[in-house]
Every structure is written in C-alpha cells, then in structure tokens.
C-alpha cells in the first residue's frame, strides 16, 4: 500500500503544470528518499522478480522481458523503476508506449529522475519541444535520452533541420545521430556541404533520404561529392543533392555498370549519358528492369531518339504504366481523329500536372469521344480497355 500511495504521489506531482521545473524536482527527490527509507519491497520474500515486474508493469512479452532483465539483474527493488515510469507518464508516455521505450533500453529504469531525465527534460522544453515532441523523442532517441549531451545536439539539429516535425521524422529514419560525435563529424560534414552549395533545407532533405550523410566519415563524404562532379554534377549545382542521393554508399564499380547499362540500353554515348543524369541523377538509382521497359517503349512505340530521352531524362523516373502510356495513346488517338487544336509534344503531354491533362486532353471532347475519359481511367489503372481507343 505505501508503494502504492507513493507512486500515486510521483505521478500526481509530475503531471502537475510545473513537473519539469526546480521545486517539482526536489518534491521528487524527497518522495523518493521517503520510498528508499521504507525499505526495499518486494512482490514476494524471495527478492524483487525484475522478469515479471518487466512483463506485469512495463507489458513486455516473456522473450523481450527475459532479455531485458539481464541488464537489471542488481535491481533489488521497485523503487527507482517506478520513478522512472511515473516519470515518463508525466511527459506524456502512454502505457502502451512503455513496452518498447524499455524492451530497446532496458537500463532506462535505471536512471535517476532528479540528476538525468528531469534535467534532459527541462533542457528540451528550454529549446521550445512540447510534450507531445519530447515524448516522441523518447521513443525514438533510445538510450541516447537518458544522456544529457542529447540537449545540446538537439541545440545543434533542430535549426539544421528547420523544425522539431522534421528532426523526429529524420530520427524515425535513424537515432544514429543523436550519438554521433558533432565536432568531429556532424559539424565538419555539415560545413563541407554548405561549402559545395547546399543549404540547410538541402541537407535537410538528403539527410532524410540517406540518414547516414551526416554521420559518415568525412573523407567519405566528400568522395561523394567528387563521384557527383565527375558524373557531371559540379558543386554549386541545383541538382547536386539529388547526385549525392544517387550516389550516397555506392562503390565505384557499382556507379560505373550502372552508366554501362543506361549507355547500351538507351543507346547513349559517353555525353550523353553525363547529360542524362546530370539533368536527372536519381536515374542511377532505378532498376534494371524498369529502365528496360522504358526503353521499349520509348524507342519501338514512341519512336524517339536517344538525344531526345538523353535531354529529358526525367522521363525515365515517371510511371510507364500509370502516366507514359496512358498519355502517349490519349494524344496519339487525338491526333489521328483530328480533335487537337495544337501539335502537343510527347514532352508536354506526359510532363503537365494530371489536372492540365484532363483539363485540356479529356474534358473538351466528351462529345466528340465519349469513352475517352472512361478509357483513361481504366488505362493509367494498368488495366486494358474494353474500346480499341488504346489499341
């Protein structure tokens, strides 16, 4: 019952407006000096149980909470973890949330609420974090919450990173950066890519897409940038990021069979395949496969020449099945049947936005064509249509 009345009290207490600030924090203290002087309580007379208390308190299955409890096998009492899960309720964990916060890191319901989590706590609500954010942050960050350094990184990140939404969504990606070393890698990467043009919403963005940029050697890094510019992506480019994406972790040997393919599938020459993926550099990264069927197309269907596709690479990232085709057929039955006031490019037609696309290729000839719409639907679904319009 005294485990009970005293836990009841921490909880009350840090929900409380003021559960992050000095006074709360040495109520606490208090509390949980009064809780150590009752003695150590323990479910049953043999010693605490730190299996089940893992499974009945925390809801970690029986796998997760033997694992666990290797790494609380000194705890000889309830004390401290209730503290710490009173804590967390406080912040805005729900129960729910606990089981995986405490099955990655079991030892946070070892750390001490007065001198670790509440002061982390107040350093992040100082930088602006709510509770909603701060709780999110504790499901993400892992072990690296109950390290007081997570304060000043966060310092660090969060105006790299434009907002708390897009760190937490980075952090969804990998909380790898949280336990990176900033001064002798986060920061030296960081000024090396504004040094090459990027902003910090740049960063932002690739980050995001490859989590390990930032936290990579430098050296790695900037071989990176080195691969971009012989690629024919200088610094200073506006398509530098979208290289450094493509080419983020591949060996050379890889990036160099990848160029060998789009060069005998697209009939490229060495030109223009530069110009290919410097206007579209994630073309490094399709499949084989897709880019296969691409080709077929454009070249035995379409017609086109390698230069054209060469110019407009960003063909070659657009659905075949959902939009090339689709499209090509609408305006090739169009033209055939005299219903376009003007010579559309294939260029034009598959790049506009798909409202200008009904707008001006379906809805005006719903007369003239009334199946029209229907086929398109159908056709940019993947599926066939029943009319010969797409035939």
């Known amino acids: 019952m005294l485990r009970l009345r005293l836990r009841e009290c921490v909880v009350s207490r840090l929900l409380s407006p003021s559960s992050t600030s000095g006074p709360a924090i040495s109520s606490l203290h208090r509390l949980l000096s009064a809780s150590a002087a009752a003695g150590p309580i323990s479910p049953n007379p043999g010693g605490f149980a730190v299996e089940d208390y893992l499974i009945d308190t925390c809801g970690l299955t029986r796998p997760q909470a033997l694992k666990a409890s290797t790494k609380l096998s000194h705890l000889k009492s309830p004390a401290k973890p209730d503290a710490v899960l009173a804590f967390l309720a406080g912040v805005g964990l729900s129960g729910a949330d606990v089981a ?43 072990h690296n919450f109950r390290c007081r350094s997570i304060v000043s990184k966060m310092q660090y990140y969060l105006p790299l990173f434009g907002s708390c939404h897009n760190l937490l969504r980075m952090l969804q990606r990998s909380s790898y950066l949280l336990s990176s070393d900033l001064d002798k890698v986060v920061r030296p990467n960081v000024v090396f890519l504004r040094e090459c043009g990027l902003g910090d919403c740049d960063i932002a963005k690739l980050c995001i897409r490859e989590p390990r940029m930032l936290i990579t050697n430098p050296e790695r890094v900037r071989a990176m940038v080195a691969c971009a510019e012989k690629l024919g992506v200088p610094c200073g480019s506006g398509m530098l990021r979208q290289a450094l994406q493509a080419v983020a972790f591949l060996s050379e040997e890889k990036i160099a069979a990848k160029v060998e393919y789009l060069k005998n599938t697209f009939r490229w020459s060495d030109a223009q395949v530069s110009i290919a993926v410097c206007k579209y550099p994630i073309l490094l990264r399709k499949s084989k496969e897709s880019l296969k069927r691409r080709s077929e197309f454009l070249f035995s269907v379409v017609r086109l020449e390698p230069m054209y596709i060469a110019d407009r690479s960003v063909i070659l990232g657009l659905s075949l099945e959902g939009r090339i085709r689709p499209r090509y057929y609408v305006v090739k039955f169009l033209k055939q049947s005299g219903l376009l006031d003007r010579d559309w490019s294939f260029w034009s037609a598959v790049t506009v936005t798909e409202k200008v696309f009904v707008e001006k290729f379906i809805c005006p000839h719903k007369e003239a064509a009334p199946h029209l719409a229907e086929d398109y639907a159908t056709a940019c679904k993947g599926e066939v249509p029943t009319s010969i319009i797409f035939r």
């Open 100 to 142: 995986p916060v405490v099955a990655k890191d079991p030892q946070l319901l070892c750390a001490k609420v007065d001198k670790t989590l509440a002061p982390v706590v107040d350093g992040l609500t100082g930088l602006g974090l709510s509770r909603s954010d701060i709780a999110s942050l504790v499901l993400l960050a892992h």
